[in-house]
């Protein structure tokens, strides 16, 4: 199984933040709004995405005024229809990518990803062309310390799916209905958690040369920068 780093997502969105602050919140905005509407509350107390979502937006510095804005714009009288589409398509050299987007014009958003796609030497493909192979998983990032071992036997006595080391730290793979709770078991271990999150990972994994890599980077930015994009999955081991 493979895909996109995470960690070199968390990387850039660290770095961006201050000049791409205000695209970052209307992107969690939307999570925020979507997660209302599928889980049927704005209580994160009874609502499992809602909550999960809420906490992901926090660590990446969301007021709390604007998370209280988008649960109630997403349940008043006037709240603007959002959907959630996935989009499927072909990076260079034979990479898969998924990307999940909310949108208010479905046809606006659509033209916006062929187009990205197009530029960098892509496809945008049909519904189902690639989506066969992400599986969807919770995933956890612990940032390295001296307490690695002792957090890789939290998590496989809490009922992880799958530890991974890396240079960065711990990647910890659960069913999606077992994040929070693995999640808190490890925080109390004493983890450093850089991110936690429901993400789809793909299990044809395409190696690149580093001369591929920079052009497939490229498009996964391309693509992550778009206002109604929320999430990009690969292929590519990048």
Do not use: C
């Not at 809602?50 to 709390?64: C, D, F, H, R, T």
């Not at 229809?81 to 909310?102: N, S």
């Not at 999150?197 to 044809?204: F, G, Y």
């Not at 591929?212 to 498009?219: C, I, N, S, T």
């Amino acid at each position: 199984m493979s895909g996109h780093s995470k960690w070199s997502q968390i990387k850039r969105t660290k770095g961006v933040l201050d000049q791409k602050r205000g695209l970052l919140f209307s992107r969690l905005g939307k999570k925020i709004s979507i997660a209302v509407k599928e889980g049927g509350s704005g209580d994160p107390g009874s609502n499992f995405k809602l909550k999960s979502v809420i906490e992901y937006a926090k660590a990446q510095g969301m007021p709390n005024d604007n998370v209280e804005r988008a649960i109630k714009s997403a349940t008043g009288k006037d709240a603007k229809e959002i959907k959630e589409v996935i989009y499927e398509g072909y990076g260079p050299f034979g990479t898969a990518f998924l990307v999940e987007a909310a949108t208010d014009n479905s046809n606006r958003t659509y033209n916006n990803i062929k187009l990205i796609f197009s530029q960098a030497g892509g496809s945008i493909g049909a519904q189902g062309s690639v989506a066969w192979q992400f599986s969807t998983k919770g995933q956890i990032l612990v940032e390295r310390d001296n307490n690695l071992a002792n957090i890789e036997m939290a998590a496989i006595d809490a009922g992880a799916e799958d530890v991974r080391e890396s240079a960065e730290g711990l990647e910890v793979y659960t069913q999606a209905q077992d994040l929070n709770k693995i999640k808190e078991i490890l925080a109390k271990a004493g983890a450093k958690i850089a991110q936690a999150d429901i993400i789809k990972e793909s299990s044809q994994g395409t190696d690149l040369t580093e001369e591929q890599k920079p052009k497939v980077d490229a498009l996964f930015a391309a693509l992550e920068n778009d206002e109604d994009v929320l999430a990009v999955h690969t292929s590519a081991n990048l």
